[in-house]
């Protein structure tokens, strides 16, 4: 909502917002970097291939893996 408000008042309304922009801008990038980092830790490896027997791996949903 921080950023949209500065874009408003710039666009629309004339308003020098380009320091405070640029600072929700800086806020923003922040945030989604640490959702990505949030999602990337709490990912669970679950490999698609078996690459010693060659086989694609089926994942049931209780985390045991079962071998096509």
Avoid at 35 to 64: E, Y
């Amino acid at each position: 909502a921080l950023w949209l408000r500065n874009a408003y008042q710039l666009e629309f309304l004339g308003a020098n917002t380009f320091v405070e922009l640029w600072v929700s801008s800086i806020i923003m990038f922040i945030a989604n970097n640490a959702v990505v980092v949030t999602l990337v830790r709490k990912q669970r490896r679950c490999p698609l291939f078996d690459l010693i027997n060659g086989r694609v791996a089926n994942t049931l949903a209780s985390g045991h893996e079962k071998t096509a």
